[in-house]
């Protein structure tokens, strides 16, 4: 039996090498929209079922289909008014299905990480082989229609093995979003030994959870997400905190919801001292400039 997962040791968030983000800025504030696309009728997967209704859902996944329709450009023309680039966590199957949605975010270079093919297509039950297969395509997709190469993976609709990290590091990646341990970057251990790293993806201000899981109202919405800024600007001005707000079209892009994430989006970005970044540009300040102090902390404190 195993008692953790192995990706990392336990590293207590007091006494750590200080983060100097450029700048000299407290926060690094990232927006990663969920760009996603779900099948009408996939393939089933015995771990789990892709619709809580029978096949076909159409109220699902014509819900789902409003993002990539209305709010995903209503969402982006407010990311624009406050000078956020967004890092897409994508669905990469819409390369084929909506390119046009992937050329507007090329126009504003924004960044591209993986989510997978598709957001009814689970890791659950792959072998090495297949789960090797499914990244790689992700990452050519991504690399073909846009240019960049893929720095950054959110295991499709969260699913992974315990190889999941391996297999996207040896594929040229080097960040996760799939670890929800920490408010900075971390050293993740992976078996071919090179550096890579777990940038913060914040479950409790992901859309959502904040909308479908806890049944929370967009005022409320807009105070957590102040609430949550405020607390990491104040630890920033120690060493340099991560806030990520992970978004989905079909969930903030409605109307009656939008304004609370623009007067929380205005709040955030109205401070000075705050970084407006993407994913991979964490990543590669934290590996180019806190990674060695990292790693020789952990191990001076009895880590790996």
Known sequence: MREDPGLYDYWPYEGRPKIAWPGGARVALWVAPNIEFYELDPALNPHRKPWPRPVPDVAGYSTRDYGNRVGHVRMMRLLDKYGVRGSISLSTALCTHHPEIIEMCRERDWEFFSHGIYNTRYTYGMDEAQEREMITDAVETIRR????????????????????????????????????????????????????????????????????????????????????????????????????????????????????????????????????????????????????????????????
């Open 145 to 304: 229609h846009t240019g960049q190469q893929c720095a950054g993976y959110l295991a499709p609709a969260l699913t992974h093995s315990e190889i999941t990290l391996d297999l996207f590091a040896e594929a040229g990646g080097i960040y996760t979003c799939d670890l929800f341990h920490d408010d900075q970057p971390t050293p993740v251990r992976v078996r071919s030994g090179k550096r890579f790293v777990s940038v913060p993806y914040s479950l409790e201000m992901n859309d959502t959870i904040v909308y479908v899981v806890n049944k929370i109202e967009p005022r409320r919405y807009a105070e957590m997400l102040k609430a949550n800024f405020d607390r990491l600007y104040a630890e920033g001005a120690h060493s340099g905190t991560v806030m990520c707000i992970p978004l989905h079209a079909y969930q903030v892009g409605h109307p009656h919801r939008l304004k609370a994430f623009e007067e929380a989006l205005e709040y955030i970005t109205g401070h000075p001292d705050v970084w407006v970044t993407t994913g991979r540009e964490i990543a590669q300040h934290y590996l180019e400039h806190c990674y060695d102090a990292a790693v020789a902390d952990i191990a001076a404190r009895g880590g790996n």
